[in-house]
C-alpha cells in the first residue's frame, strides 16, 4: 500500500529564504507525482506534476525533483514571500487514476 | 473560464438526516474525482467517474455514502444517513483526459460538512 509522507509538518522561515520541503512515499511505481498549493477555505491548486521518467521539473521561483528509487520529491520555493504562505501537499499517482496524498506541510513566510 | 463549482459551501445538519453535496466539472473535463478531507487521515480519494461511470469507489466509506454523475456537467455525493464522523471537507476535482494523461486535477473550493 502507497503511503506518501511529508516532512516537517509545519515550516515557518523569513521573507526571502530559500526553502525546501519534502516529500517520501514508499513505493516506487508511480506514474508521476505531483505538488499542490492549498489555502485556507479554499482547495487544492496544481503547481507542479513531475512525470515517472522526469527528474524535475520548473515553474517560476519553484522548482520539484523526484528521485523513483529512493522514494523521494523535493520542492525548492527560492525567495520566497509572504504570498507563499500556504499549506503544500505532494501527492502520487497510482493505478489508473488514483492520487495518494500526503498530509502536507505548512508554510509561514514572515515579513 | 470557470473553475469547479462545488455546493453548498458549507453545510450544518443533524446526525441522521440526508445531506447531498453537488458538484459542476469544468467544461469539457471527463474524470471526475470525489475526496475528503479530514485532519486524522488528510485527503482521501473516495470515487472517481471516467465519461459518466464510475471506475472506481473503493475509497467510499460505507454503504451511507453513495455517488451520481447523470451527465457530464453534474455530480452529486449523497450520505444517508449521516454520522458525526462523516464531518469533513469533501472536494470535487476534475480532470481532462483519461486513462494516463498526465494532466493535474482542478479542485473546486470544497464543502465544509458539520453533522451534529
Redesign the interface.
Known amino acids: 500500500k502507497q503511503e506518501v509522507t511529508q516532512i516537517p509538518a509545519a515550516l515557518s522561515v523569513p521573507e526571502g529564504e530559500n526553502l525546501v520541503l519534502n516529500c517520501s512515499f514508499t513505493d516506487s511505481a508511480i506514474?508521476?507525482l505531483?505538488w499542490?498549493r492549498q489555502d485556507p477555505?479554499?482547495?487544492?491548486?496544481?503547481l507542479l506534476?513531475i512525470?515517472s521518467s522526469q527528474r524535475e521539473q520548473t515553474s517560476g521561483r519553484l522548482n520539484a525533483s523526484l528521485d523513483k528509487s529512493s522514494g523521494r520529491s523535493t520542492l525548492y520555493i527560492a525567495a520566497s514571500q509572504p504570498g507563499d504562505s500556504a499549506t503544500y501537499?505532494c501527492?502520487a499517482r497510482i493505478?489508473?487514476?488514483?492520487?495518494v496524498?500526503?498530509?502536507?506541510t505548512k508554510l509561514t513566510v514572515n515579513p | 473560464d470557470a473553475g469547479v463549482i462545488q455546493s453548498p459551501r458549507h453545510e450544518v445538519t443533524e446526525m441522521g438526516q440526508e445531506v447531498t453535496l453537488r458538484c459542476k466539472p469544468i467544461s469539457g473535463h471527463n474524470s471526475l474525482f470525489w475526496y475528503r478531507q479530514t485532519m486524522m487521515r488528510g485527503l482521501e480519494l473516495l470515487i472517481y467517474f471516467n465519461n459518466n461511470v464510475p471506475i472506481d469507489d473503493s475509497g467510499m466509506p460505507e454503504d451511507r455514502f453513495s455517488a451520481k454523475m447523470p451527465n457530464a456537467s453534474f455530480s452529486t455525493l449523497k450520505i444517508q444517513p449521516s454520522e458525526p464522523r462523516d464531518s469533513a471537507v469533501y472536494f470535487c476535482a476534475s480532470r481532462p483526459g483519461a486513462g494516463n494523461s498526465n494532466q493535474p486535477q482542478h479542485f473546486g473550493d470544497g464543502t465544509r460538512l458539520s453533522i451534529l
Open positions: 506514474y508521476n505531483q499542490f477555505g479554499k482547495g487544492l491548486t496544481s506534476l512525470q501537499l501527492a493505478g489508473s487514476e488514483k492520487l496524498f500526503g498530509k502536507g
